[in-house]
């Protein structure tokens, strides 16, 4: 009983500040912190980032970016983590990347986070490829139909064929035409404000320097 009156009190001292105590409630500037303190820390600093996202979501649950936030979080926590916790993350993001894109159906950044969160959960457990990775580069696709300059977009996609084995019609090789336009739109891309989903330069970084 005491150490759950503990961590009761811990998550009022860390998390709830966070969520309530930015000008009445004001959820940009809390998540606009979040996202600053996320881009610059190490994984093992991660998990109290997506308790504060999913409290703000769940502070706001009419507010689609903070479902999508707390949903790319741990999506992208999971890619960092061995593969049951990587489980456990995908289960922690479904019902806000899920939520997000119902909110936002013909958006491209929902369509592409989807994408990007069935990709994790392959990652988790790869024998799901089979059913999972056509949907997930479906979902790439029709995030590029909605926004053709978005790269995450692009980006779901060239990691869907470069890790689709040659027999099924991916790897590296094929890959390379989607990677090139991915390079191009992160090249060319701004976002329109500092809410504005803007990951994944990082990880093509990654993807690119396997083609040098």
């Known amino acids: 009983m005491k150490i759950l009156l ?26 606009e912190q979040q996202l600053q303190v996320l881009d610059t820390a190490a994984p093992e600093a991660w998990p109290s980032g997506i308790d504060t996202l999913t409290a703000l979501a769940g502070a706001h649950p009419d507010e689609w970016l903070l479902q999508y936030y707390a949903g790319w979080a741990a999506t992208q926590l999971s890619f960092k983590s061995d593969k049951k916790e990587a489980e456990a993350l995908c289960r922690k993001a479904e019902p806000f990347v899920k939520k997000a894109l119902q909110m936002q159906p013909g958006n491209t950044e929902t369509l592409a986070l989807m994408g ?46 470069y890790y689709t084995p ?27 404000n500092a809410l504005a989903p803007n990951w994944g330069q990082q990880i093509f970084d990654v993807l690119m320097a396997s083609y040098r």
């Open 166 to 192: 040659a027999i099924f019609g991916g790897g590296k090789q094929r890959a390379k035409p989607t990677v090139d336009i991915t390079a191009a739109r992160f090249a060319a891309f701004k976002p329109g």
């Open 6 to 31: 503990r961590l009761h009190f811990l998550f009022w001292i860390l998390v709830a500040p966070a969520v309530y105590g930015q000008e009445n409630g004001s959820w940009q500037q809390a998540l």
């Open 116 to 161: 990007y969160w069935l990709s994790a959960k392959i990652n988790a457990t790869p024998s799901r490829g089979a059913s999972l990775g056509a949907q997930s580069r479906s979902y790439a696709e029709k995030a590029i139909v909605a926004d053709s300059t978005n790269p995450r977009a692009w980006l779901v996609k060239a990691l869907n064929i």
